[in-house]
């Protein structure tokens, strides 16, 4: 008769693996060194091969160690959505929901979907994280998140995703920088280096130089924002323009900033904002019924 790892066995090597540390890990997973260890130990017998090297002071995850930690991550995250066919009974708008968010859409969605959530599903309990793309959906595939909203086209690898509405792009600029510039406006008129972007591990910078069309690589200057704040104010202190999506300058991030909003050059220019989740989850009512309360508040 064969015999298969244990879910608990396989959530103490991805545990492991997160932390570098056993007795982080053992913390982390309720039970004491010894047990984690000898779990761990166990996996590797039953397996066949070696998955961590261990000294004294540190351990280090053998190529097969990485392997078995990312099918452990696959594995953990569809017993997870096993355990959630019980949610399939009435509306599923109960319980809690793991929602991630990009740092470009949180602060302008987030809050009014909690209260709206609240005020219509007040059984079900939002459990919020704001991040990059790319750790999102590095989380949703792992089961640590259960469905993110993200500005799309992404590649999603695998994901399902549901474009729940747009958010137009507008380009801001100091009210004394507008009196040198016609309207409406053209890349070629703008100063080299006067066009100021976020950091690359933000997608609305692809989104948004696609979108408007912006091809003129020495129209951009090379320091990089780590959010939109940061962009209005180098912005709001003449130092260039830059793009905003529609739903912030909604939300009042550039009110008292003696700013001017124009149009991008070229057709109308804008995002898409998505719900993304696993194909395998059972909870598609949910996701459903999300979508449409984030569509009406966009």
Known sequence: MNKFPSLKQLH??????????????????????STLSS?????????????IERDNKSLVFTSTGEDVVVRSRELLARSQDLMELSNCTGDG?????????IPT????????????????HPSLNLLLREDTTSNLLAALRNGEMDVLILALPMEVNGMHSQVVGRDAFKMVISKHQAEYVSVPLRYADLPD????????EHCL???AVSACKL??????????????????QMVANGLGTTFIPQMAIDH???????????????????????????????????????????????
């Not at 859409?105 to 219509?120: G, H, K, S, T």
């Not at 280096?193 to 690359?200: D, P, T």
């Not at 070229?266 to 989850?281: D, F, H, K, N």
């Open 12 to 33: 103490y090597l991805v545990t492991l693996f997160e932390t570098r540390h056993f007795g982080e890990a053992a913390k982390k997973c309720f039970v004491s060194q």
């Open 39 to 51: 779990g761990v130990q166990n996996l590797e017998e039953l397996i066949g091969c070696q998955l």
């Open 93 to 101: 708008m109960d319980g809690q929901l793991r929602v991630g968010c």
């Open 105 to 120: 859409i949180a602060p302008f969605l987030l809050c009014d979907l909690v209260q709206e959530v609240n005020r219509l």
């Open 193 to 200: 280096e006067s066009v100021f972007l976020l950091e690359k």
């Open 205 to 207: 910078t692809d989104h």
């Open 215 to 232: 091809t003129t690589k020495e129209k951009i200057n090379p320091f990089t924002a780590t959010s939109l704040h940061t962009l209005v």
């Open 252 to 298: 009042g991030l550039l009110d008292n900033q003696n700013l001017v909003v124009v149009e991008p050059p070229g057709q109308e220019a804008y995002r898409e904002i998505g719900l993304v989740w696993r194909p395998t989850s059972s909870r598609i009512r949910t996701f459903n019924r999300l979508a449409e309360i984030v569509q009406g508040l966009l």
